[in-house]
Each structure stands twice: as C-alpha cells, then as structure tokens.
C-alpha cells in the first residue's frame, strides 16, 4: 500500500535552516507529483511546494519563494524539503502528499519549530 514517511523536523532559531525528507513506498514513485504541505495550530493546511514527476515543474506559495527548494530524487523514492531563513511563522506540521489512482496520501507529518 502507499505510505509516506516524513523526517527532519525539529527545533530551530530563527534564521536556522532545515531539510525535510519525505519515504516513499508502495506505488511508482517517479510517474507521480509530489506535493509539500503545512498546518499551524487553528490554521488551514497550506500548499507549500509542489513537484512534477520528473522534476521539471516546480511551484511554491508566495511565503516561502525564494527560501524553499524542493527536490526529488526517484532513485530513493524521496522528495525533499530545503527550508533556509526560516521564520517563526514557518512553525507547522508539515505533511507529504501524493495523488494515486484516484485517492490522496498523506504521511503522517514531521514538525518543524522556529524559535524567536
């Protein structure tokens, strides 16, 4: 079955940096976008970044432009979070997504916190 497996959350200072990694397993990995999200306490979750199956077509929200990047690497069936300048309105759960054949999957998150 599809299962994602997110990790490298934490605590960080502000300014601090942070890679997050999300496992993936179960399905084809390299024929499928891979999508970053984020929820804060009493918020909606929020669309962080999204990748293309090849990695050719990227996108971000306005908030993180310019200090996400993320990555796939379809030999390890990884996609990743690079997070620099992080500010304390990064705090969140962030969750890995993907669309299969009809259905969402998502992992089970990793938390990510900025210190002021």
């Known amino acids: 079955q599809v299962q994602l497996v997110e990790s490298g959350g934490g605590l960080v200072e502000s300014g601090g940096s942070l890679r997050l990694s999300c496992a993936a397993s179960?399905?084809?990995?390299?024929?499928?976008?891979m999508t970053w999200y984020r929820q804060s306490p009493g918020k909606e979750r929020e669309l962080v970044a999204v990748?293309?199956?090849?990695?050719?077509?990227?996108n971000y929200a306005d908030s993180v432009k310019g200090r996400f990047t993320i990555s796939r690497d379809n030999a390890k069936n990884t996609v990743y979070l690079q997070m620099i300048g992080l500010k304390s309105e990064d705090t969140a759960m962030y969750y890995c997504?993907?669309?299969?054949?009809?259905?969402?999957?998502w992992g089970q998150g990793t938390q990510v916190t900025v210190s002021s």
């Open positions: 990748i293309s199956n090849t990695g050719r077509s990227i």
């Open positions: 179960g399905f084809t990995f390299s024929l499928y976008a």
């Open positions: 997504k993907t669309y299969v054949r009809g259905t969402d999957y």
